[in-house]
C-alpha cells in the first residue's frame, strides 16, 4: 500500500486498488486520452465527478486547466484534499453538482457511471453545468465483458456474471454513446481499448473483488488464481470505453 504524508488520511481498500491501477502506464495513457479529447482552453473549467483520490485533477491543473473534483464520499474527499492541498475538491454527487447553469467547459466522469442508477439524468445534469459547445468524456470498463484465464470457465462465467448484477449500471459504458444522443449531445465519439492486468499485485485484487460474489466454488477458484498469480500466469482483461461529445446550445 501506498504510504501517506503526514497528515493524509488512510485511503479506504476501494481506493488502494485504484491507485495500483491507476499508476499502470496504460491507464496513464488513457486518463491522458481523456484530457485531450476534453480539448478546453487554459484556464477554463473543468469538473472532474466521481473524483476519488484527486489525481486527475491534479493533472488537469498541471495542464492549466481550473479543475473542480467532486465526490460524494466524505473518506475519499479527505483523501484527495490530503494528497492534494490546494486542489478544488467538493462534496457532492452527479445527479446535483455544486455549479451554476454553464458553469463549466468541461465535464469528465472516469470509472462513475457504472455506480449510478440512473446515468441519463447524471448527463442531464452535465448538460445544466456546461456551457453550450463544451465538452463531456466518459470513460469506464464493461462489467459484463471481463475476461479472467481460469480453468473453470463455469464458475468464472458465474462470478464475473454475479459481480456484473450487483453493479447499479454494468453496461453503462457501452450505453455511453446511445445515452449521450439520447441526451442531446452531439459530435459524440466512442473508443475502446482492453486493460490486460497480468501483475499479480495489481490483478490478485481484482480477482478477489470477483470471488466476493456469492457463488459456490468460489473459493477453491481463487485457489486457482493464486496459484496462477505464483506460477505467472494469471490473466484479466478489461474492456474500456472512452466516450466524448459536444453539449448543444441553450437548454
Ligand atoms: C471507481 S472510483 C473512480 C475514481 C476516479 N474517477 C478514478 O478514476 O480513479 C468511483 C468514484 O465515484 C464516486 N461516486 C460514487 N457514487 C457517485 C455519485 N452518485 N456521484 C458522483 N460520484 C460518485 C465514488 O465515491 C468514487 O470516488
Known sequence: M???????????????????????????????RSYDLLAVPPGAAVVDVGCG??????????????AIGVDPDPAVLAVAAGRRPGHDFRRSDAYALPLADGEVAGYRA?????LLDDPARALAEARRVLAPGGRVVLTGQ?????????????????LLRA???????????RAYRATLLDNGFTDVMVEARVSVFTDPAVALP?????????????????????RRARDGRVLVAVPVFLAAATAPGAV
Not at 17 to 31: F, K, S, T, V
Not at 110 to 114: Q, S, T
Open 2 to 32: 501506498k504510504h501517506e504524508a503526514p497528515g493524509v488520511p488512510t485511503p479506504p481498500a476501494s481506493l488502494a486498488r485504484l491507485d495500483l491501477a491507476d499508476a499502470l502506464p496504460a491507464a496513464a495513457r488513457l486518463r491522458a
Open 53 to 66: 483520490s484527486g489525481l486527475a485533477v491534479a493533472e488537469l491543473v498541471a495542464r492549466g486547466v481550473r
Open 110 to 114: 472516469d470509472k462513475v457511471f457504472h
Open 142 to 158: 464493461d462489467w459484463d465483458a471481463i475476461v479472467v484465464d481460469s480453468d473453470d470457465p463455469g464458475t468464472t462465467r458465474a
Open 163 to 173: 459481480r456484473a448484477d450487483a453493479m447499479p449500471a454494468p453496461r453503462s459504458a
Open 206 to 226: 481484482m480477482l478477489e473483488g470477483y470471488a466476493g460474489a456469492p457463488v459456490e466454488g468460489a473459493g477453491a477458484w481463487m485457489d486457482e488464481q493464486r
